[in-house]
């Protein structure tokens, strides 16, 4: 039983620190500036594709959550209205919770998927088919 034991305590010695933060879905922050009375934010399409939703799907949600006007220019967005950093990153976060992450086992690995007119959020870790509402 002895060994036992030292063997335990000399795995737990081995074993490595858990490293601060590394979870393996990070969302970015916003980029951006304010020009004059609106904002331009640079690396929308970057936070959409790492969502791994359409960059139109998530712009029109945000300019109806922060009711803006705004477009893509480029590969940046433009919106009509001075909307600060932290507005826009709590859209994008109450966003994935209603568009990425599995309300069931809570992992982003989902996608949109649209029957009869209804688009679904279907998990593709546990198989969990939920509604959700159209923008």
């Known amino acids: 039983m002895d060994d036992y034991e030292a063997l335990l305590k000399k795995a737990e ?3 490595p620190e858990h490293a601060a933060g590394a979870e393996r879905f990070v969302i970015d922050k916003v980029l951006g500036h304010i020009e004059g009375n609106k904002t331009v934010i640079i690396n929308l399409k970057k936070i ?3 969502l791994g939703r359409k960059e139109e799907h998530l712009l029109k ?3 109806r959550e922060l ?3 705004g477009k ?3 590969e940046r967005v433009l ?3 001075k909307v600060s950093a932290t507005a826009i990153n709590k859209k994008i976060k109450k966003y994935a919770s209603e568009f990425v992450y599995c309300a069931e086992c809570g992992k982003p690995d989902t996608i ?3 029957e009869k007119e209804i688009t679904y959020l279907k998990c593709q870790a546990c198989g969990a088919k939920k ?3 159209n923008i």
């Open 112 to 114: 949109l998927t649209e």
């Open 67 to 69: 009711a803006t006007p």
């Open 72 to 74: 893509f220019m480029g």
């Open 79 to 81: 919106f009509g209205t």
């Open 131 to 133: 509604p959700v509402k």
């Open 61 to 63: 949600y945000l300019l």
């Open 48 to 50: 959409a594709k790492d």
């Open 13 to 15: 010695e081995e074993l």
